[in-house]
């Protein structure tokens, strides 16, 4: 796949493709709850990347990258309950959440960038 060239929208790319197959793995499971949480938050952090590529100025790109972060802090809490009831390995949640908490601190590093760009 073609990368971007910008880190945090080519790591959430790849993220939420990671989260769509455990979405597939889960659903042949037949769990639906976790399933529909995980899938929703964890696409919906690339997709608030993306947006904030578009944004109305300053104060709208750091919100929409607010909002990827709390996506990205629910979509870790889904990876924790999936790992504590062993509906997936240590070592797939290990590269989840690796993956999920890279895409944290480099939202957290672009958010406080952003903000102090808005004096």
Known sequence: MQ?????????SVAFAVEILKLVQFLKSRHETIICNQIG???????ANIH???YAHGKADFVSKLQ??????????YWLLLLARTDTIT?????RLENL???IR?????SINTSKGNLK
């Open 3 to 11: 990368k971007t060239g910008n880190k945090l929208v080519d790591i």
């Open 105 to 109: 601190i480099t939202l957290i590093a």
């Open 51 to 53: 947006e904030a590529q």
């Open 40 to 46: 929703r938050a964890g696409t919906s952090i690339g």
């Open 67 to 76: 909002i990827a972060l709390k996506e990205a802090n629910e979509t870790s």
């Open 100 to 102: 999920c908490r890279e």
């Open 90 to 94: 240590k070592d797939e949640y290990d």
